[in-house]
């Protein structure tokens, strides 16, 4: 039988919630424990200031979403540069429904915190690399593979394959409307088709 949520896993799954739908300025102290059904107390007793919460909500994000990707169907195909495209068409896919439900708790904080919160900040930061880095093998396989026609690292394009993803987020929230971040996704993937055409061929 599942162990019980505890109440400091509660206030995280609530600020990553919460975050997310309202931005982290806008989500009180108040808000979070009404939502995680705690006292605040119980809030304080995990975590001295909201900032830390949300530092440790970056962790949780990490370590939730982690497990999502390592486990995700991308990873099957037996040609890297089919895996690269198969985790681009997931993420344009996974664009879809309410705004909060697909979008970043991290892009979401950063851009909000960058200058007034630096070690929230790095912890998102942080997490962004994290899975980007995830990505990098299966790129450079693909590069070794399939040279591209224009000098690239897998580091830098795992990173712009983020950038895409956080922007399009923005362009979504900007537009309420879901279609125009899967359109950037689309136009994400028609990049990697022509950096890689031997691919096709």
């Known amino acids: ?11 995280l799954n609530a600020a990553v919630d919460l975050i997310r739908q309202n931005g982290f300025t806008a989500t009180s102290v108040d808000d979070l424990c009404r939502h995680a059904g705690v006292t605040k107390g119980a809030f304080f007793h995990h975590f001295p200031t909201k900032e830390a919460l949300g530092i440790a909500a970056a962790d949780h994000w990490t370590d939730t979403t982690g497990a999502f ?22 993420r344009r896919d996974m664009m879809d429904g309410p705004l909060p439900a697909f ?13 007034s919160a630096p070690a929230l900040r790095d912890a998102c930061q ?14 450079d396989a693909a590069i070794r593979m399939y040279p591209p026609v224009r000098p690239v690292d897998a580091a830098g394009l795992a990173l712009h394959f983020q950038a895409v993803i956080q922007g399009a987020f ?9 279609a125009t971040a899967r359109a950037s996704m689309d136009h994400l993937i028609a990049y990697v088709d022509l950096l890689f055409p031997a691919a096709g061929s």
């Not at 039988?1 to 206030?11: E, G, K, N, V, Y």
């Not at 990707?69 to 997931?90: C, G, I, S, W």
């Not at 708790?105 to 851009?111: A, D, E, K, R």
């Open 170 to 178: 923005v362009l979504a929230k900007a537009w309420d409307d879901p």
């Open 1 to 11: 039988m599942p162990r019980p949520a505890s109440a400091r896993d509660t206030l």
């Open 126 to 139: 942080s997490s962004i690399a994290s899975h980007a880095e995830t990505l990098e093998s299966d790129i």
């Open 103 to 115: 979008t970043c708790y991290l892009g979401t904080t950063v851009q909000e915190c960058f200058g």
């Open 69 to 90: 990707f390592a486990d995700a169907p991308y990873h099957a195909p037996a040609d890297p540069l089919d895996r690269v495209r198969a985790y681009l068409k997931m």
